[in-house]
């Protein structure tokens, strides 16, 4: 078709997204552990070692980080997909205002998380909007007679904020699934006497069942590792694990940056974990 | 009437919490417990500071910087994805599935010592470089899916029938494949528009975007200015998400970018 020869031409086409992502991703990714190790480029040479590992491992409150971080991740997930997937099949039920709604899904979803935080604040503070519906209630007389659910130990307000967004997230992606065809393959079902449960677990669940996980693992995977929600509505400490890496990451005290490193590998290394796990049950679930 | 009651509090659930933020934005006395504030224009006022505006037109430079060169580059390898079977293909597909899902802070904190020895710290420039990070693979793998669909075939024939490269992009491909690009530009525009950890790591906080503001005023707990301004972010994407939502609603690929927001 042209002159290039074919393996030049594919080289060529994909050299620009392959430099983002090997020099920058990679290069990062290869950076942040080699730095967690003790190496720091353009200074003279250290010894490398595990000791940020092992200091990570020690600290009390890096521990008590992951523990939040996880906790924050499988409910926010677990919520989303739940209630998403409820808000899908609802949505899809809805006949003639199932455009609209299916619009308004749309309305959360490109808000920015950071203004997700700051409406969640203002929700769910102690000074917040329910605290004050509840004071003229005469349930509460004043703020700190409301539970603290931002900037809380448990990770509440993280909890409602991302899946506040997430929930629409795996809702739409539901309804993307379920738009090919699927109406169809019902009405064939019902057509051959199946029920409503028999239709639900063989024609719905197998097209439910990939988008929903699909969607899952993404919105962990972000909830996993973003910062500017938990920095926003969770407490200095203890924080999630991201918040924690930049905290260490901006002591002046350069030795500080090893740790640092560390606690951002072992973030992206849940991350991947659990995508690995997701990738291999799901294939095993195919055959 | 169960079917209006859940439509009913997914209404409710998705709309609810933009009250108190609205309130807030026009807000002069707001002291609990009082349900309703008395009105002022102070918050929306000072939308119109240098700082607000000068933010404004960074973020919105940054944006479109790195939407065009993210959907340039996804275009590019959407492109070889799409339409050649080439040995690596799967490899490159999870190579750019990788930073989509690791969190982009862990690479950033590695990379950060590399952006200031080479003067990338602090300027535009380098905010755009670390923002092609999160964006370039979503637009390679949207502009992937969007050139599977296509046939190259036409192409050829346009060739014989004497059009040149350029007509050939302009009046065969680029039809054939704008939705997609549609898509990319968008997507990449909106996660750029949102970025705050990889902006304030490699700005520095020299390069001040809207969602730096945001911070600092929420931090400085002016919630009236905090309010104010968030209105600002979320208008663009809204309006954006909103005029394209047919686009948007029945692609997957397409979709699976709200993910990154």
């Not at chain 1, 604040?121 to 007389?141: D, F, P, T």
């Not at chain 1, 007679?145 to 967004?165: H, M, N, R």
């Not at chain 2, 530009?185 to 730096?212: C, D, K, M, R």
């Amino acid at each position: 078709m042209s002159t290039v020869p074919r393996g030049l031409r594919i080289t060529l086409l994909l050299a620009p997204a392959l430099l983002v992502v090997v020099g920058l991703f990679g290069g990062g990714l290869a950076q942040a552990v080699a730095q967690s190790l003790g190496y720091q480029p353009f200074l003279p040479g250290r010894e490398l070692s595990l000791d940020a590992y092992r200091a990570l491992w020690a600290d009390p409150a890096v521990r008590a980080s992951i523990g939040i971080t996880l906790r924050v991740a499988l409910i926010s997930t677990a919520a989303a997909a739940v209630l998403g997937t409820a808000a899908a099949l609802l949505v899809r039920s809805l006949g003639r205002h199932r455009r609209r709604f299916a619009a308004l899904l749309q309305v959360t979803l490109p808000l920015p998380h950071a203004v997700a935080a700051l409406a969640m604040i203002l929700l769910l503070g102690q000074s917040g909007a329910l605290s004050r519906v509840a004071a003229a209630l005469g349930l509460v007389e004043d703020p700190s007679g409301f539970p603290a659910l931002t900037q809380d130990g448990f990770g509440w307000g993280i909890i409602a904020s991302y899946v506040w967004k997430e929930a629409p997230f795996v809702a739409v992606v539901v309804l993307a699934a379920l738009s090919s065809g699927v109406a169809e393959l019902e009405d064939a079902a019902r057509a051959l006497g199946a029920n409503a449960a028999q239709r639900m677990r063989h024609v719905l669940a197998p097209v439910l069942a990939p988008a929903v996980a699909a969607a899952s693992v993404l919105v962990f995977a972000f909830t996993l590792g973003s910062y500017e929600v938990p920095f926003l509505l969770g407490r200095p400490f203890p924080a999630t694990l991201p918040v924690v890496a930049y905290q260490q990451f901006r002591d002046p005290d350069l030795s500080a940056r090893p740790l640092a490193m560390a606690i951002a590998v072992v973030t992206a290394l849940l991350v991947g974990a659990c995508v690995v796990a997701y990738l291999s049950l799901s294939e095993r679930l195919r055959r | 009437m169960r079917r209006g009651a859940g439509a009913g509090l997914l209404a409710v659930g998705l709309l609810a919490p933009l009250v108190p933020l609205l309130l807030w934005a026009v807000a002069g006395e707001f002291r609990y417990p009082a349900l309703l504030p008395t009105f002022s224009g102070r918050g929306l006022a000072l939308l119109g500071d240098a700082a607000v505006r000068s933010a404004v037109g960074t973020s919105v430079l940054i944006a479109s910087s790195v939407a065009v060169l993210a959907t340039l580059a996804g275009a590019a390898a959407g492109r070889a994805l799409g339409l050649y079977a080439f040995r690596g293909r799967r490899a490159v597909q999870l190579l750019l599935l990788a930073p989509v899902l690791v969190p982009t802070l862990a690479v950033t904190l590695g990379i950060q010592v590399f952006f200031i020895r080479y003067g990338l710290t602090d300027t535009v420039a380098g905010v755009v470089l670390v923002q092609l990070i999160p964006t370039v693979p979503y637009a390679s793998l949207v502009m992937a899916s969007s050139f599977a669909s296509f046939d190259p075939d036409v192409e050829d024939a346009g060739r014989v029938l004497g059009a040149g490269p350029l007509r050939r992009l302009r009046h065969v491909t680029l039809p054939a494949v704008a939705p997609g690009l549609a898509v990319a530009a968008l997507f990449a525009f909106l996660i750029s528009w949102s970025e705050y950890i990889l902006t304030l790591l490699i700005g520095g906080g020299t390069v001040q975007t809207l969602p730096l503001l945001l911070f600092a005023s929420i931090g400085s707990a002016d919630l009236a200015a905090a309010a104010a301004l968030s209105l600002v972010i979320a208008a663009p994407p809204l309006l954006l998400v909103g005029l394209t939502a047919r686009f948007l609603t029945g692609d997957r690929a397409a979709v699976v970018g709200f993910g990154r927001l």
